[in-house]
Structures are given as C-alpha cells and as structure tokens.
C-alpha cells in the first residue's frame, strides 16, 4: 500500500483556450485537492502556476511557475514529497525540458503525480522513467503536428485573402447560420465610421490624444471593451489610436507573417483608401522619430509603473505628510511637509484616479525584487527564453560553470586542509578561463539587452546597480517587469511600513 504520509505540491498549467472547455488551474487545483484528501496526502499551502503559457517549444512567454518550480528543485527547496500535474503535458511538450524535471526530481526523490492516469511514478524506477520519457515524447510530437497544421492552415488562408484571428474593429462576419462557414466580412455600421473619422483626423494633423480624448468624452466603448473589464474602465488610449491605424486591413490589405502582401485580393473591403493609408503610414512614422520626453528622468519609476485597476501609467504627486505643527522655539507656524507618491494618471478625458503609492516604498520594493531576479543563478538562461533552440545550449553551459566551480571549492577545502596553496592557485589558473570562457557564451545567448547582460555578469550586482545612472536604472526596469500598484486592501488600512502585497509583478 502506498504511504498515505505525503505532502503533495501542484504544478498547474493552462494554455489559452478559447473553447473553455480545459481545464483551468483553479479546476485542475479542485480536482487534485479532492484525490490527495482521498490519498491521505497533505496539500503544500504554495503551488505553482502558470496561466495563458505554453508549454511547447514554439512558446513566446516564459512560464515563471515551472521556472521556479526548476529553482527550487534545483536548490533542495521543494518542501514536498510528491510532484502532482493534471495530465503529463501540463507540465512540459519539449522532451529535453521535461526529461531535466524527471532526473530533478529522481536526484531529491520526489514523485511524480499525473492525475488523469490516477497513477504516481516514481523517477528512480526504470519502467516508470520510460513511461514519462513516453509521455514527452508523444507530446511534443502532437504539438509539432498541431503547429504544421496551423500554419498550413494559416498560409492557405493568407494566399486567399480571407481573415485569421480575432475580429478587426470596423467589420463584423457574416457566418452561414447552418454550416457556420464565412460567407463574408462587411463594414460594422456603427465601428466603421469610427476607424475612419480617426484617420481623417490623424492626417489633418490631431494627436492620438486627442483623438482619444474626444472618443472617450463622447462615450464611444474601446476597440476591445468585453476582452478584459480593465480595457472598459481606461477606454481609448493615444497607443490604442496609433495601433488601431497602422494595420493593413483598413486598407483592404492581407498581412502574413509581418509582411503586406500587397497583390492578395482580400474578401472585406477597404475602410481606408490603400494611398490615404500609405500616406498617413509616413505621416505616423516621423512624428515617432520626433524628439519627445527628452527632459532629464527624475524619478526611478513614473510612467513604468501602473495602475493595477485601468492600466494607465503613474506621475509623481505629492501628499501632505501630517500636521506641520510649530516651532518649539520661536512657536512659528512650521512649513508644511510633503512626500512623493506615484499615482494613477487616469484616461484620457476622464477624471480621477485610482491608486496611489509613497514614492520611496515602490522604489525600495522594485529596486529589491529586480535584483533579486537578476541575482538567480538561471537568470540569463531563462531571460529571452522565446529562443527554444538554444534552451539546451544555455542548459549545458549553466551545468558547465556549476561543475567548474564546485570543483574548485573541492580544490579549496582540500588546500586549506593540506595548508598547500600552491594546488589552489593552480587550479584556480586553469579553471578560471574555462569559467569565463562558458560565461561570455552564455551572456551572448541571452536575448536581452546588453544592458542587463552586464549588470548580471558583474561580479557583485547591487554595487554595480548603485552605479548606474538614473537613466539605465529606468531602462533595466522597464525591460524586464511591469510592476502594477493594486487598492489598499481593508486588513492593511491605519498601518504603517511597505505592504508589499499592493504590488504585482508582470515579467517579461
């Protein structure tokens, strides 16, 4: 009988799915509790998750969850006995990836939980390490089929100038209501008139400003109102105007893979002349090479955080910091004090705001989580993890600089022992250059700023972070996470000091 004694950790994961019917992390999370009570098996308070992320290897976001799930199997901080997944693809559809969790979890004994199977494998047990090497491999092949078959699908569709995607604002879709095939794509009667007063105006020579201004005052909904309540509480945004007047299908032109393929005859007609758009194209493009915000940065995080109720961005205000009371002196009336906060800067035309942090603790918590992340020993392997193919590359050196460097701490404790130093610095000449060598390739592998790249390569990071500009603290920032100031919530209200939990990070 297997031991009832357990604790067990999840590891939930959904890709998008926009037919609702898999199974959410909260779903899978339901389930798993349900089968680890009948078990006898306690559930860890911390499980890891990651939402709307792919697990194959044409994934673009990064999957945290499994990140950090790696991290600590990596550094003995599992703190569980059992590893449950809902189904064996929910944790990786990349063999090589999947097979590293498998020998992760053999080195820290840890069990591996697939839920659908009701089955728990052990990862030190041969037949039950096949049966997982199985799994990845079937699922990865199913998502290269998957992928072949999408862009097959895909091109096919581009060369025949039909639609792919979401709705564009303008047209609506007119589907045969018995075969729900597309019959055709016509101008939205109310949308239409919208995308094309908005061009009218841009050429004439109104900003994006104030084209939203005026839409949000005149009560028009957004682009997007029902894709999130977020989107229907900012409304429309000057990006919002520019990305909405840069896509060629206003002009009755197909897009495939980034390029215009001007000579498809496409099934829905032109909101925009193709001239009038190409020109409006070069009007848009030089007022982006005009020289703007070229003032000096002030401040370590306005305009890079942002609201966590509408997404706008945050300015710097001020709040009175108490009763300035008298001198004890003179009994003068005191100046009053002030402190910065960052704050919502609402939507264009509409008034209010909706959060509102002191400066010096947003700063301190970011400054703090940023180096943090940069100080991980995976950093660099996993920043810009778009590039899959060169996963394994980045895998192998990380292992090559680990070994290298436990082996001189080896060489130094047996020196220290021997009282023979002279061992120790002639390994150290050796191995170093190997180091250095495996490190420089690693940096050249990550797809990221070179910036970044040398704050992460220093030798002590916060000290070289204490040297950069203001300037290149802001770019390091906003090249890697999006930090997003929530409401106070009711428990916190009347204390004092950060409270951290205002605070979500959206990494990039």
Known sequence: ???????????????????????????????MA?????????????????????????ARKAREGFAELMADLEDG??????????????????????????????????????MTHNRTYDPTNARDRRSLREDASDAEYESDKTSERLRR??????????????????????????????VEVVEHPEHGPIVREAARRVLAGETYYAVAKDFNARGIPPRRPSYTERRSVLGWTPPAVKQMLTMPAYAGLRQHQGKVLE?????????????????????????SKQKINSWPAKHLLGGIAVCGVCGAGTRIGKQNAGRPGNDKETGERLPQQHYNTYICQGAPGKTGFHVAMKEDHLDLLVTEVVMARIQRP???????????GIDEERAA??????????????????????????????????????????QKRLNSLAATDPLIIELAGADDVEARWAEFSLVHKRQVIRLLVVPRIHTVAHDW????GINRDRVQFTWK
């Open 263 to 287: 000579d498809i005859q496409t099934v829905w007609p032109p909101l925009i002349e193709p001239d009038e758009w190409h020109r409006m194209q070069a009007v848009m493009a030089g007022r």
């Open 153 to 182: 699908d895909v091109r096919a569709n581009a060369m025949k100038g039909r639609p792919h995607g979401k709705h564009i604002f303008g047209y609506e879709r007119v589907y045969d209501q018995v075969t729900r095939q597309l």
């Open 378 to 388: 995976d950093f660099l392997a996993r920043v810009g993890q778009e590039n899959g």
């Open 77 to 114: 901080n599992f703190d569980a006995d059992v590893l449950g997944i809902w189904e064996s693809s929910r944790g990786s559809r990349r063999t090589g990836e999947w097979i590293d969790l498998i020998e992760l979890c053999a080195d820290r004994r840890v069990q591996i939980w697939v």
């Open 493 to 496: 209200k009347g204390r004092r």
């Open 34 to 58: 349900a089968g680890a009570q009948q078990k006898g098996w306690t559930l860890h308070p911390s499980p890891y998750r990651d939402t709307d992320r792919s697990a194959s290897r044409y």
């Open 397 to 438: 050196l990380l292992e090559e600089i680990r070994h290298h460097r436990e082996w001189l701490e080896e060489v130094r404790t047996e020196a220290e022992k021997r009282r023979n130093l002279s061992a120790l610095f002639d390994q150290e000449s050796r191995v170093a250059p190997k180091i250095e060598a495996a």
């Open 1 to 31: 009988m297997a031991p009832t004694n357990l604790t067990l950790r999840e590891y939930l994961r959904v890709s998008f799915d926009k037919s609702g019917v898999g199974k959410s992390p909260s779903q899978q999370h339901d389930e």
